[in-house]
């Protein structure tokens, strides 16, 4: 070791960061590129459809992860070439990487969480709406209107597109009358029945049984009903000691009846700054979806 260089210690270690951070950034390529192969070997819209909206972001989360710490662990190379060791320098040094490893995650988290989402609902909307093909006779399918969808979808189907928990597309092959009836998450939350199996169990009333206090937690009493089969159920919920927030009210908005409207776009901005999004085939729906929503149930 020259006079005033680095000791054999810090050699190694920063050996060890150098090869750490390479080998950080290639699992995050990896990660990105598994994703990437599982994606394209799926060969049905509705099963890719579904594979990406439960896995993308989760696996794009890991992948940042890793890059935090492959960052974090370069950063822990400043000064490698002249540092010599000092307690000191190398906790300050240590504190630093983490700091800076930390705000690389802190960075891709707020993409996933407010950027991102827009960008994988419109990647999400293309394999929805790409046209399907009919396996049997290699025809091009069609996707019906919520008008014409309603005679292939049982009552509890029509049920759950009533109260928005689940929406249904119905793909059919005009030439052989084959369909094909594909489920999707609704914009609003709904619970499934234990009784009928569907998810039609919503909010009737709520009942408070005892207000919260600065000193005790309140208790709050949820009565559900099914939207198609009629069951009840009650659960119970605690309410905080203390409430900082008003509750949101969403304004309603009229619409006028025009013929001519084949879309409804909403665009909702909660209190919090959270924006939702949501596309409707006709005024009547959006009318409807206005007079349930609730923010704190959207999907």
């Not at 750490?20 to 394209?40: D, E, N, P, R, T």
Request: glycine share 6%.
């Amino acid at each position: 070791m020259e006079e005033g260089g680095p000791s054999d210690f810090l050699v190694t270690f920063h050996k060890i960061m150098i090869y750490g951070a390479i080998a950080m950034l290639i699992v995050a390529f990896l990660i990105w590129l598994f994703h990437q192969i599982k994606v394209s070997s799926i060969k049905n819209y509705k099963a890719k459809y579904d594979f990406i909206r439960k896995n993308e972001i989760q696996n794009y989360k890991y992948a940042f992860i890793v890059v935090a710490v492959g960052v974090a662990m370069f950063i822990n190379t400043y000064g490698k070439d002249t540092l010599t060791f000092d307690t000191v320098w190398f906790l300050v040094r240590g504190f630093i990487s983490v700091a800076g490893g930390t705000l690389v995650g802190y960075i891709g988290s707020l993409i996933l969480q407010y950027y991102y989402p827009t960008k994988l609902d419109r990647k999400l909307k293309k394999w929805r709406y790409t046209p399907r093909i009919n396996p049997q006779s290699g025809n091009k399918m069609r996707l019906l209107r919520e008008d014409e969808e309603d005679v292939h979808l049982d009552e509890g189907m029509r049920a759950e597109e009533d109260v928005f928990s689940v929406d249904y597309d119905v793909w059919i092959d005009e030439m052989t009358g084959r369909t094909q009836v594909e489920k999707y998450p609704g914009h609003l939350e709904a619970l499934q029945c234990n009784n009928c199996g569907f998810f039609t169990m919503k909010v009737a009333r709520e009942e408070i049984v005892r207000e919260a206090t600065a000193e005790k937690e309140g208790e709050l009493i949820k009565h559900y009903e099914c939207q198609y089969c009629g069951s009840v159920r009650a659960t119970q919920f605690n309410i905080a000691k203390e409430h900082n927030y008003e509750d949101y009210t969403p304004e309603k908005l009229a619409f006028k009846k025009n013929t001519s409207v084949n879309m409804v776009k909403l665009e909702i901005l909660g209190t919090s700054g959270n924006k939702k999004n949501y596309t409707f085939q006709s005024v009547e729906q959006a009318e409807k979806f206005l007079s349930e929503f609730d923010m704190d149930s959207a999907q």
